[in-house]
Nanobody, 122 residues
Framework: QVQLQESGPGLVKPSQTLSLTCTVS??????????WTWLRQPPGKGLERMGF???????YYNPSLRGRTSISRDTTKNQFTLRLNSVTPEDTGVYYC??????????????WGQGTQVPVSS
């Protein structure tokens, strides 16, 4: 059974770096052809895709985040990590990790972490 679990700090101060780790069980993050994705949902707004790291280790980031995002992985621990620099209160929200795959030609997020609330406040 595939499971994802986010972990990280409960509170981040403005200008600091937010760091979250997603621990995956039940499948290797190097398995073809999954994309391991970070998403977030600010209060009162919709889900935003922040970026992903592919099974191959290459990455993609949402341009709207203006280069503040990086995603890395530790294959020995089967984890991938999000780092978001120079946070502001607008980065407050619930952060999710998820596995994206292709099913019948359609992108599908079949597995999600439970989400972790990250407030950005001084």
């Amino acid at each position: 059974q595939v499971q994802l679990q986010e972990s990280g700090p409960g509170l981040v101060k403005p200008s600091q770096t937010l760091s979250l780790t997603c621990t995956v069980s039940g499948v290797s993050i190097t398995t073809n052809y999954y994309y391991w994705t970070w998403l977030r949902q600010p209060p009162g707004k919709g889900l935003e895709r922040m970026g992903f790291i592919r099974y191959s280790g290459t990455t993609y980031y949402n341009p709207s985040l203006r280069g503040r995002t990086s995603i890395s992985r530790d294959t020995t621990k089967n984890q991938f990590t999000l780092r978001l620099n120079s946070v502001t209160p607008e980065d407050t929200g619930v952060y999710y990790c998820a596995r994206r795959g292709i099913l019948a030609g359609t992108s599908v997020f079949a597995y999600w972490g439970q989400g972790t609330q990250v407030p950005v406040s001084s």
